[in-house]
């Protein structure tokens, strides 16, 4: 397994402004990843944060609203751009390990961001 | 604090019976499946996962049947405890990295 840890843990932030979070791995791992998990839903990929390259984004996701960065092996970040109330969201962290029988994916303890 | 799944269908169980947890997966090229817990405040967290070659799985006080025909996954707790009241979510994944989550179940263990 591995051990992430997010910054802020929480935030409440005005809309049109921005937040950036920030991920942090306990090992390098090659594979990380930035989930959204709005009010009472399940949780929605938003990319993956790729080494040295630009993040791969999934639908109805884009680079200008949500950038991210992947300096090294251990570290990413996931900036919210312009906020809006509907972007008030759990946003978590995730990396893949290799586990026993296949890729495992371990989460963040999630960053929880209010726009008022 | 903040709750997550304030919608979801909820499991209500005694303590000390056990829990079975279904969701229905929709990708009949998946061939990997985890199962998660999220408790009130925290990331999801891994408890099994099992592979489509594979029907049947066991962990600690867990197991996970997997039925490909009908594409169903069930999660199975055994001597359910109040620590596992929780929300759990299935999640798929195809011949990539990428996970498709469920809707989720909320677990409620009443003492």
């Known amino acids: 397994s591995a051990v992430i840890s997010q910054k802020p843990s929480r935030d409440i932030c005005q809309r049109g402004t921005s937040l950036t979070i920030q991920c942090q791995v306990d090992s390098q791992v090659t594979m990380m990843f930035w989930y959204r998990q709005q009010p009472g839903q399940s949780l929605t990929l938003i990319a993956t944060?790729?080494?040295?390259?630009?993040?791969?984004?999934e639908s109805g996701f884009v680079i200008d609203k949500f950038p991210i960065s992947r300096p090294n092996l251990t570290f990413s970040t996931l900036t919210v751009s312009n906020m809006s109330p509907e972007d008030s969201s759990i946003y978590l962290c995730?990396?893949?390990?290799?586990?026993?029988?296949?890729?495992?994916?371990?989460f963040g303890p999630g960053t929880r961001l209010t726009v008022t | 604090g903040e709750s997550v799944g304030l919608h979801l269908p909820t499991l209500s169980v005694q303590e000390g019976d056990n829990s079975i947890i279904n969701c229905a997966y929709s990708?009949?090229?998946?061939?990997?499946f985890i199962w998660y817990k999220q408790e009130s405040g925290k990331g999801p967290q891994f408890i099994i996962d099992?592979?489509?070659?594979?029907d049947k799985r066991q962990g600690q006080r867990v197991t996970v049947l997997l039925n490909k025909t009908v594409k169903h996954l069930s999660l199975q707790i055994a001597a359910t405890q109040p620590g596992d009241s929780a929300v759990y979510f299935c999640a798929e994944q195809a011949s990539s990295y990428k996970l498709i989550f469920g809707s989720g179940t909320r677990l409620l263990v009443r003492p």
């Open positions: 099992i592979r489509s070659n594979m």
């Open positions: 990708n009949s090229a998946s061939d990997y």
């Open positions: 944060a790729n080494q040295g390259s630009e993040a791969t984004y």
């Open positions: 995730s990396v893949e390990t290799s586990g026993t029988s296949s890729y495992e994916q371990y």
